[in-house]
């Protein structure tokens, strides 16, 4: 596990420096706590799932709900605020940024998998549909509802619903991809642990 975070923690990092470029400084601010605190939300996060949702038999979280575990970590370890914004938008700044991320792992996770097995393609990023009445990205859709929950403290960050979420857009793109599905299976125990 400390592999994962020390990995997502670099990805975080760079993720920020990009962002905090001379042109954007004059308009952004990017708070980010250390490292320690990071990896101690991961670990909470990780563990809470795992011991108090998961039956016994489960050893370690698969990918889907690693990813909403790094996408809530985020979220509570950075801040991005832009100067001056209007009252009537709001930044998604850093739900972009941990949305993007989780996304990137669960990615690379699925392709291990799919490689292990036989599958000689790789996935560069997961088809997101458009909602059908509005035109809007289901990636913009996670984004938004990531905003909402933070705002509304009643409704809360649920990383099993997050990860219900990721399972779904993960298995949308393996059934548009036309990837048969016996190059999914693998080894539970090489999920990733605790």
Request: with cysteine; aromatic share 10%.
């Amino acid at each position: 596990m400390t592999k994962t975070i020390k990995y997502v923690w670099n990805v975080l990092n760079g993720a920020i420096k990009t962002i905090d470029d001379d042109d954007k400084k004059k308009n952004l601010t990017i708070s980010c706590k250390d490292f320690n605190f990071f990896k101690k939300t991961f670990n909470d996060l990780y563990y809470k799932i795992l011991n108090d949702y998961m039956e016994e038999s489960v050893d370690n979280l698969d990918r889907h709900k690693v990813a909403a575990v790094i996408i809530i970590s985020i979220l509570k370890t950075i801040d991005i605020e832009y100067n001056n914004l209007p009252k009537t938008k709001v930044l998604w700044g850093k739900q972009t940024v941990a949305v993007n991320i989780g996304l990137n792992y669960m990615c690379g996770e699925l392709n291990k998998i799919l490689a292990e097995n036989g599958w000689d393609g790789e996935i560069e990023k997961f088809d997101m549909p458009n909602a059908i009445s509005c035109n809007t990205s289901f990636e913009d859709i996670m984004i938004r509802n990531l905003v909402y929950a933070e705002d509304n403290p009643e409704w809360g960050l649920n990383p099993l619903t997050i990860a219900e979420n990721l399972f779904l857009l993960e298995y949308i793109t393996i059934i548009q991809r036309g990837i048969d599905f016996k190059y999914l299976s693998h080894d539970k125990k090489k999920d990733v642990k605790g």
